[in-house]
């Protein structure tokens, strides 16, 4: 069955650095998401993203947060200047049409120290 | 902006117990309904959803969840536990709205006892 992954499963980095978060949706979705779970809370919304655009963000997609799509299987969110409050469970999900079910990737744990 | 609640954020029970989870939202309008769940280790697996028709939906590992559109509910059941449903759980609710992102519970933590 297609699953949707992700790399790195764990990435620690030190504030104010960059990282990219990488995810690869299932190949016939059309809809990508990210989704942030930090420790101790609930899985929030970030940010959806269909046809190279972003669709819908939430308030805590601000201007350090970008998503990519670079080539034809890799989504990214880059975090431009890590905070220490961005430390948490990262999901990538994928769906195939728009408001059908979301399929969630096992997750980076980012860390800033 | 819609709410999803869990009140139960860990629950206890032996092996061949049965089972609810409760599951309250907030939001006026039509939802489709989720019930993920997470096993130690593992990522968010969809357990069952409800878009429309029966209110009885059926999911994977004899799970089955009933939309009560009166209460705003969307409980969890299974009628006797194994082990291997040590898990979290995790409602979420989409609007019909036009927006995209699931809005989830706080989870409830699962401990099956052999």
């Known amino acids: 069955e297609p699953e949707v992954t992700q790399t790195p499963s764990h990435q620690v980095t030190q504030m104010g650095q960059e990282v990219i978060l990488r995810c690869v949706p299932i190949?016939?979705?059309?809809?990508f998401y990210w989704y942030r779970q930090i420790l101790g809370q609930k899985v929030e919304f970030l940010v959806s993203?269909?046809?190279?655009?972003?669709?819908?963000k939430s308030e805590i997609f601000d201007d350090q947060f970008s998503v990519e799509r670079p080539d034809g299987s890799n989504f990214t969110l880059k975090i431009r200047s890590t905070k220490l409050e961005d430390s948490a469970m990262y999901f990538c999900?994928?769906?195939?049409?728009?408001?059908?079910?979301?399929?969630f990737g096992p997750g980076t744990r980012l860390l800033v120290l | 902006a819609q709410s999803v609640s869990q009140h139960n954020h860990h629950v206890i029970l032996s092996e061949a117990a049965s089972l609810e989870l409760g599951c309250n939202y907030s939001y006026g309008g039509t939802v489709n309904l989720f019930w993920y769940v997470q096993y130690p280790g593992q990522h968010l697996q969809l357990l069952l959803k409800?878009?429309?028709?029966?209110?009885l939906v059926k999911g994977i590992k004899g799970f089955e969840a009933e939309f009560i559109k009166s209460k705003f509910s969307f409980n969890l059941r299974k009628p006797s536990v194994q082990w291997s449903d040590t898990a979290e759980y995790f409602c979420a609710v989409k609007t019909n709205f036009g927006n995209e992102k699931l809005t989830f519970g706080t989870g409830t933590r699962l401990t099956i006892i052999p």
């Open positions: 190949s016939n979705h059309l809809y």
């Open positions: 999900a994928s769906s195939e049409e728009r408001g059908e079910t979301q399929y």
């Open positions: 993203f269909y046809n190279n655009e972003i669709s819908e």
């Open positions: 409800y878009f429309s028709g029966d209110p």
